[in-house]
């Protein structure tokens, strides 16, 4: 079964998390996938005797909730959940949807008349203004791309692990030069700077050496972007962020903010990226089994694993305790033409027969020329 959905991401300080799981509850979503993560940050700190600062690299625990709504409650849900856990407030997360396609054999059941009550509909999408930049790199190496995002100053990076496999399982002796355990970085720039952001980054990671990780990019819409790069003591009674989130509200959109200058966007006829789809295949462990093979068996370079829980709020009421499924989310960055192959393969072992609860997600990436996935 096919349809259109949206796709809403909200990455959660673990202060706000029962604000968020009781938000969840009262719209009964029926399927949240939730996943461990961090926020990287700077914290400034007085130096020794007071005579110097110091700024070091701090995180902090986190959790990521991936949904799946009807496309014309996106903004409404969105919404809401901003309002219930505050998280325009610097530090607490971010949210953020995009336009996806979704396979999956059995159709999720919303509650519609809470939908309605507490969101509302929208008549049309929202638009998808911001760029999720992702980097994946042998783990170990994170901290100094954090790094190198926090002095640009466009935002904090959420990090979280994963497994490799496909193209170093190919390589014989010479896969040991290529770690299986990764780590994926992901933050959020306004869409008119994701190329310049790319252009520093690259470098300074080394992305463009093989076996040094991959990065891409994909459009989505971000009413709320977490810009409290730094932790401290605070000297005004307003923050940074703060001062940021309203100037956004009252232009309307967070171009007037943008890293670089438009007269340095790219031309039209100088092609700097590669389109390309995202394949997010949800599953249990023996499906995205299944759903690997076929992918490396018809051209898929590779593939990153991560563990995630399944829950439902259908039922979830405030006294009970959350009942979660172990699931695992294979990551898959391919050709238009390949996806193809690997979705009609997917169908002819079942894995979108009436019954399964696995789900494909698939949207369009842009993975810049000069970066191979290794």
Avoid at 36 to 45: E, G, P, T, W, Y
Avoid at 47 to 74: C, D, H, N, Q, W
């Amino acid at each position: 079964m096919e349809s259109t959905f949206s796709s809403i991401i909200c990455i959660a300080d673990m202060n706000i998390i029962p604000a968020l799981d009781q938000t969840l509850a009262d719209l009964a979503l029926p399927e949240v996938f939730v996943q461990r993560a961090k926020q990287i940050f700077l914290l400034d700190k007085q130096g020794f005797l007071g005579l110097r600062p110091v700024t070091k690299l701090e995180e902090s625990r986190a959790l990521i909730y991936r949904m799946y709504v009807p496309a014309v409650y996106e903004e409404g849900v969105m919404r809401r959940i901003a309002e219930a856990t505050d998280l325009v407030m610097g530090g607490r997360g971010c949210i953020f949807s995009q336009h996806i396609e979704s396979h999956r054999g059995t159709s999720l059941s919303f509650n519609t008349e809470k939908l309605d009550k507490l969101c509302g509909k929208m008549d049309k999408l929202s638009p998808e203004e911001h760029s999720l930049i992702s980097c994946t790199v042998p783990r170990g190496s994170g901290d100094s791309l954090a790094q190198a995002i926090l002095e640009l100053g466009v935002g904090v990076p959420v990090v979280f692990f994963g497994n490799g496999a496909g193209m170093r399982d190919k390589l014989g002796l010479m896969r040991i030069t290529i770690p299986v355990e990764k780590e994926i970085i992901w933050f959020i720039v306004p869409r008119s700077d994701a190329e310049l952001v790319e252009k520093t980054l690259i470098p300074r990671a080394r992305l463009d050496v093989p076996g040094n990780g991959f990065l891409y990019r994909s459009f989505v819409h971000a009413p709320v972007v977490n810009l409290r790069i730094r932790h401290g003591k605070r000297f005004h009674a307003a923050t940074m962020e703060q001062v940021i989130a309203a100037m956004d509200e009252v232009q309307g959109s967070s171009d007037w903010r943008r890293f670089g200058s438009r007269k340095h966007e790219h031309k039209g006829g100088e092609k700097k990226t590669v389109s390309t789809r995202g394949l997010f295949f949800i599953g249990e462990e023996e499906e995205v089994d299944i759903f690997r093979k076929a992918a490396i068996e018809n051209g898929a370079r590779g593939a990153t694993f991560n563990p995630l829980e399944m829950r439902s709020y259908s039922t979830f009421t405030h006294e009970q305790a959350m009942e979660s499924h172990s699931r695992q989310l294979c990551d898959i960055i391919t050709s238009p033409d390949i996806e193809e192959k690997i979705r009609y393969m997917g169908a002819l072992a079942g894995l979108f027969d009436e019954g399964r609860s696995c789900i494909l997600k698939t949207f369009n990436v842009e993975l810049p020329s000069v970066i191979r996935r290794n």
